[in-house]
């Protein structure tokens, strides 16, 4: 490395992940220069986790200890010293965690954090900081009476989505806190503050209680997008004091301030290094992403999830608004499809043999619109829509039991990126000039696939590889909180970062072909909601 480099500014991007804690730094010229993490289950086999989790005997409820996260970080740490870096070129750190999940504070535990002794770990400081060893995440789905009941409190699961982007989802923080005040009322009367992941994250460096990001603040069902305030009709039903306990919520591009004497005085972190707001693991891999104004990003992995980037968003009984993380007065929107390279997987094996190369030919040997055939491929249950089973329509709209080999690969691709498209476009995605759709995951590097894709949503399809983007989006972001007060935009704090590659261009005739055909679509998805309503 050169001398001038070893001066050069860092930046940090943590993610705290549900199987992992990840670090990247990246110097000002945004190439990444360190790399480094901690696998739960096998580097800290003591806390006994498999995936980072422990499932409990009702299989609904799903914990991480909060001490296993702090003990990774002192690991971490250690792991980035021994490697050599230099923590006082740092100027500013950020992070993500993995959405929804909470950490209770003990009463006292401020005062801790405030007075930690860079002689000891955190994990010997912080035993008796939880009020609440075991923190429920994302995969906890035993709230469903609590979400019963906050959607009864504001008026039905359409209002609770009108105010804060998603109706009642059992592993939203909301509806897990309300669960803890009822199944854990001693532990729960004994916490003087609840954190999400990232917020818990963010305060370790911080050594003080960090705000909630309005982005993952987004996903508790307890904010309110639009005010980006909570809501009290929320926080009424949810539980007694949230206020305090929540503490005020601030936009994710906010400064929350120095780093803590701690780090400065243990790994010789510079005074001046500041602590960007920590997000969520979606909200940051948009910032790692680079979504613009207009772009929709498809990740087609074991379930296909879309992002998009929202200036008017129309909340719905189906996916989530987030407020933005990179730019505090627009919002993005999540929508996880469960059935996505399983089931593609699935059809390449019964109509192309197994081949990824026939099914391709199969898509290149058929025309845009698939002569009027379409289909639903649902082998599991849907989430948007809830509807299980295959349905092939020809034509003239009449269901059929089966459909040749090449239409059928035709029907499952384009049915799938309909769908996508279809559902982003109710919550109020609209394809403008200059959008670009961002692939990423397993399939996107199937070149007729991503054809369908571009030619579905009528803009170029980019290829962008997504392994590290909320560890990425969140050095980024830490790089951008340290300008977005003066008004810099996050692109143009990013833009030296690497482009995506162009890899399909919508065919002339995809707009005429697929507008007709997305109608359509909506028609017949609503008719097999209908029929299989129970
Ligand atoms: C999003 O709503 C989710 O629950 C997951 O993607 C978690 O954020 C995974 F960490």
Redesign the pocket.
């Known amino acids: 490395m050169m001398a001038a480099d070893q001066d050069s500014p860092l930046y940090l991007g943590f993610d705290f992940?549900?199987q992992q804690l990840k670090v990247v730094a990246v110097d000002g010229n945004l190439n990444v220069v360190h790399q480094n993490n901690v696998q739960f289950d096998s580097e800290l086999p003591e806390f006994r986790t498999q995936g980072g989790v422990h499932i409990h005997a009702d299989k609904l409820t799903v914990t991480s200890p909060a001490l296993m996260w702090v003990k990774a970080l002192d690991l971490l740490l250690d792991k980035m010293k021994e490697a050599g870096l230099d923590f006082s070129r740092v100027r500013a750190l950020s992070g993500s965690g993995?959405?929804?999940g909470s950490v209770y504070w003990r009463t006292g535990a401020s005062e801790t954090l405030t007075n930690l002794d860079p002689d000891q770990n955190l994990n010997q400081q912080l035993q008796n900081s939880f009020s609440i060893s075991d923190c429920p995440v994302?995969m906890d789905s035993s709230s469903s009476q609590q979400c019963q009941d906050l959607q009864r409190a504001v008026g039905g699961a359409l209002r609770l989505a009108e105010i804060t982007g998603s109706r009642a989802?059992e592993?939203f923080t909301g509806n897990q806190i309300a669960k803890m005040r009822q199944t854990k009322p001693n532990e729960f009367q004994s916490a003087e503050r609840i954190s999400l992941v990232s917020s818990f994250a963010a305060s370790l460096f911080l050594g003080d209680y960090a705000a909630i990001d309005y982005s993952d603040g987004s996903?508790m069902n307890l904010l309110d997008i639009r005010t980006r305030t909570w809501s009290e009709v929320c926080l009424e039903a949810t539980a007694p004091h949230l206020h305090s306990l929540l503490g005020a919520p601030l936009p994710s591009t906010a400064v929350l301030g120095p780093i803590s004497s701690y780090f400065v005085q243990r790994y010789g972190f510079s005074e001046s290094c500041r602590v960007v707001a920590f997000t969520?693991?979606?909200p940051a891999s948009l910032a790692g992403m680079r979504l613009q104004q207009g772009d929709i990003a498809v990740s087609l992995g074991t379930s296909d999830?879309v992002f998009l980037w929202l200036q008017q968003p129309r909340p719905a009984l189906e996916g989530?608004i987030f407020c933005n993380p990179v730019d505090w007065q627009e919002y993005m929107a999540?929508l996880?499809f469960k059935n996505g390279s399983l089931t593609r997987e699935r059809v390449r094996n019964e109509c192309a043999g197994g081949s990824w190369e026939l099914f391709s030919a199969s898509l290149r040997d058929t025309p845009l619109g698939n002569n009027g055939y379409i289909g639903f491929y649902f082998d599991v249950m849907e989430i948007t829509p809830p509807v299980v089973g295959v349905h092939r329509f020809d034509p003239d709209d009449s269901e059929v039991s089966s459909l040749s080999p090449q239409v059928e690969v035709r029907a499952l691709v384009e049915g799938q990126f309909l769908s996508r498209r279809l559902h982003a476009e109710r919550l109020g995605y609209s394809i403008i000039p200059g959008t670009r759709v961002l692939a990423t995951g397993g399939a996107s590097s199937n070149k007729e696939i991503l054809q369908v894709l571009s030619d579905v949503f009528n803009a170029p399809v980019y290829t962008i590889d997504l392994s590290n983007s909320a560890c990425l989006g969140s050095a980024y972001r830490a790089l951008h909180g340290l300008v977005a007060e003066s008004g810099v935009t996050f692109s143009d704090a990013v833009k030296k970062a690497p482009e995506p590659q162009l890899v399909a261009t919508p065919h002339p005739t995809a707009q005429e072909v697929y507008d007709q055909m997305l109608k359509r679509y909506a028609r017949l998805e609503e008719r097999l909601l209908q029929e299989t309503r129970p």
Do not use: A, I, M, V
Request: contains cysteine; glycine residues 12%.
């Open positions: 992940s549900t993995q959405q929804h994302w989802y592993r996903g969520g693991d979606n999830t989530h999540l996880c």
